[in-house]
């Protein structure tokens, strides 16, 4: 099964971009979907945005259409974030998943990331 790991999180101000990256080990990304999904402090985890297996297909939450791009190249899975706002802080998740569409659902996904924080000051 893969093992997916986050990083790039940080700390930054409102209106700046930060670039997550989701890299695979175990397995290549190749056959699966990704997803990135946030955790916010005191409230349920969130979808954020998906890419389809061969990266022909994105999904994203109504919260960062516009703002946020998810790609993919090769092992690797990125999510750019800009115009960042003090709402978007929170721990960010990659997550792989067995099927072949960009899905919002966590029951999608079946390999999950430890997460890194983002943390966006006003």
């Known amino acids: 099964q893969v093992q997916v790991a986050e990083s790039g999180g940080g700390l930054v101000q409102a209106g700046d971009s930060l670039r997550l990256s989701c890299a695979a080990s175990?397995?290549?990304?190749?056959?699966?979907?990704m997803g990135w999904f946030r955790q916010a402090p005191g409230k349920e985890r969130e979808f954020v945005a998906a890419i389809s297996r061969i990266g022909t297909s994105t999904q994203y939450a109504d919260s960062v259409m516009g703002r946020f791009t998810v790609s993919r190249d090769g092992d690797t899975v990125y999510l750019q974030m800009n115009s960042l706002k003090p709402e978007d802080t929170a721990i960010y998740y990659c997550?792989?998943?067995?099927?072949?569409?960009?899905?919002?659902?966590?029951?999608?996904?079946?390999?999950w990331g430890q997460g890194t924080q983002v943390t966006v000051s006003s």
């Open positions: 997550a792989a998943g067995n099927g072949p569409f960009a899905s919002d659902a966590e029951g999608a996904y079946s390999s």
């Open positions: 175990g397995r290549s990304f190749s056959g699966y979907t």
